[in-house]
């Protein structure tokens, strides 16, 4: 679920320079956690409580824009195939 977490900051975030469809990345890594965690569908998430999310951002903000978008490409491929082991 932190993947998830991870994902969606990064998918809504303006400074992550994406190249990636992020609007469509993050309905789906949304849709996802909705069906896995009540919290997230019924409060708003304050992110600064994950603290492995925050220091995982903080990292990703050192770097450069190629490699944001590596570890981030890296990270949704992760997602969705974890999500289709768990289906089978």
């Known amino acids: 679920m932190k993947n998830l977490r991870l994902a969606i900051f990064i ?15 993050y309905d789906k890594f949304d849709n996802m956690i909705k069906d896995i965690d009540e919290e997230y569908r019924t409060t708003l ?18 770097m450069e824009t190629t490699e944001q ?4 490409l890296y990270l949704f491929n992760n997602i969705k195939i974890n999500k289709i082991q768990k289906n089978n």
């Open 45 to 62: 998430i304050n992110f600064s409580k994950y603290k492995l999310v925050m220091f995982a951002i903080a990292k990703l903000m050192e």
């Open 11 to 25: 998918s809504q975030s303006k400074w992550s320079g994406l190249i990636y469809d992020t609007k469509e990345n």
């Open 69 to 72: 978008n590596k570890v981030a």
